[in-house]
Structure formats: structure tokens, C-alpha cells
């Protein structure tokens, strides 16, 4: 090999002791463990014995690089690190992280992409031939980034396969607040003109074909009311429009494709008037299913 090679070690709570562990089996198989700067110089990137450790691809495309490897070190607190060290706001932390794996999953089919998570503390985790290090265990899961933590763990096991699916919570989308509700959560109030009443929750998703599945539950007035479901990326949506005919649970299901990474909406539209009506939020189920 005539240059460094990169690891990829995703935020997260765990990613401090994951670096120092990577460090240090570099160093003691006689390799230079370097940390990723824009700084870094044709001495560090052409030496063979060089490992820069990295924190998401856009430090490789920097330098118009590839990973060797990636560790997505724990998905579920990685929401929680972002907040606390770098974002100040909660949503941009979610968009962010959701980000960082996104991307990572769509490194080349031969570099491998470990899910840290899944590993037992202490299992051995080689990064390629002669360079192995255990697993270092999980931190608690705070009770107040549980949401959070339910979307990021379709990177529990590395790239999402077919078959993966969370549960996105209905306090991770944003709502429509000029008819301010006194009732439940999450509700809103339909009375006005036509609107996106609910919207988001922006999380970027890998390259694939992904299934959501909303359940809304509509009054008496707004069982008559047309409603848009959209569920897309940029401005490529699936949108299913229909009066629901009766109150209730309404569930719809929408599919669409990714073929890079992209940040999902779903939206819950208003598309006439209406004098009166409310609408709330009661599950969203994303899944992967190509």
C-alpha cells in the first residue's frame, strides 16, 4: 500500500474510547495512528504506515479519499453526542447524525461498515489483517433521547438491510401552530385555508427503497376534509390524496426511492379549507424494503 489508510469512526458516546482503542492497537503494530485536519500533508497521506482516523466522509472527500474501513460506533447515542459537544439545536443534532451514517453506509460495497452497537464489550473487531481491537461496552440510554435513539438504530448492525425498520415519534415531527390546541399532543387544528399541517422529520436516509407507514387519528369534521400524505425526498414525493369518510385511526402507506442520500419528509397537507377539523399524529413506521 503507497499511501495512509483511513478509518471512519462515527460520533457518538463511545467514539472517544473506540479512537483511543484504534490508536493504540495502531501504534503497537508499529503504524501511525494520525487524527483527521484539513491540515494534513503529502508526508502523512502517502506514508504506507499511517492510519488517520477520521469522524465522516466528508474528511475524506476533503482529500478525495476512500475508507479502508468504517465503524459506526454506536448509532443510538450518537444524537446525544452531537448535542452536547457541537449542536445547540436538537433537531439540527438528529439532521446531522442521521447525516454522518447516511453517508457512510454508501462507502463502496467492499469496504466493510461495522455496526459497534451490536458488538458484546470486548468482542474483537478486526479492522483488516494484523489490526484488531475489542469492543468497548455501551453507555446507559438516557430515558429523554429514546426517540432519538430508536431512529439512529437502523445503524445498529452497519449499512440498514432490507427488513430494517424503526418507529419515528410523533414529538420528532414539527407541527402547524397558528390555530394554537389545547387538546393532546401532537394535535392540530385544521380550521383555514389549504397547508402543510405536519412536516419532517428530516432524517437522512441511505440509498435504497423505503416504506412509511403513517397513522393519523381525524375527528368528526375532518373525516370529510381532503388530506394530502406525502412521503419523499427534495421534491420527488409519493402523495396519496383522499377524504378518510369516516373519524378515527387512518392509516396510509407510502414508498419511495433513494438513490443517494437524501433527508426524508413525510407531510400531513390540508388541501381545501375547512371550517373546522382536527388531526394528530399517532405512529410513523419506516421501513427498508429494496
Keep these: ?42 508526508d502523512i497521506l502517502k506514508d504506507p504506515k ?23 460506533t454506536d448509532p443510538e447515542s450518537s444524537v446525544q ?12 443534532a438528529l439532521w446531522t447524525a442521521s447525516q454522518i451514517h447516511a453517508e457512510a453506509c454508501e462507502a463502496p460495497a467492499h469496504v466493510p461498515v461495522i455496526g459497534g452497537a451490536a458488538l ?18 455501551l453507555p446507559p440510554r438516557p430515558r429523554g433521547e429514546r426517540a432519538a435513539a430508536e431512529v439512529m438504530s437502523l445503524y ?6 432490507v427488513g430494517a425498520r424503526v418507529r419515528i415519534a410523533p414529538k420528532l415531527f ?8 389545547t387538546g393532546p399532543r401532537f394535535e392540530v387544528d385544521l380550521t383555514g385555508r389549504p397547508r402543510i399541517v405536519v412536516y419532517g422529520p ?11 407507514e403513517a397513522k393519523v387519528w381525524i375527528d368528526d369534521d375532518a373525516a370529510s376534509i381532503a388530506l394530502g400524505f406525502d412521503w419523499g425526498h427534495h421534491q420527488q414525493f409519493d402523495q396519496h390524496v383522499e377524504k378518510p369518510g369516516k373519524p378515527g385511526l387512518h392509516a396510509v402507506t407510502m414508498v419511495n ?34
Excluded: C
Design 1 to 42: 500500500m503507497s499511501r495512509a489508510r483511513w478509518v471512519v469512526l462515527t460520533p457518538s458516546q463511545t467514539e472517544p474510547e473506540w479512537r483511543r482503542r484504534v490508536a493504540d492497537a495502531a501504534a503497537a503494530a508499529g503504524l501511525k495512528p494520525v487524527p483527521w485536519s484539513a491540515g494534513l500533508g503529502p
Design 50 to 72: 499511517a492510519v488517520v482516523l477520521a469522524q465522516e466522509m466528508g474528511h475524506l472527500r476533503h482529500f478525495g479519499e476512500t475508507p479502508d474501513v468504517v465503524v459506526l
Design 81 to 92: 453526542r452531537l448535542y452536547q459537544t457541537v449542536l445547540a439545536q436538537f433537531p439540527q
Design 120 to 137: 458484546p464489550p470486548g468482542a474483537p473487531v478486526t479492522l483488516w489483517s494484523g489490526l484488531t481491537v475489542a469492543a468497548p461496552p
Design 156 to 161: 445498529r448492525h452497519g449499512r440498514p438491510a
Design 174 to 181: 414539527l407541527y402547524d401552530t397558528r390555530n394554537p390546541v
Design 202 to 212: 428530516y432524517v437522512t436516509l441511505p440509498p435504497g427503497r423505503w416504506r412509511a
Design 257 to 290: 426511492d433513494w438513490s443517494e442520500s437524501a433527508s426524508g419528509e413525510f407531510r400531513l397537507v390540508l388541501m381545501q379549507g375547512a371550517i373546522a377539523g382536527k388531526a394528530r399524529l399517532i405512529e410513523f413506521d419506516l421501513e427498508k424494503i429494496n
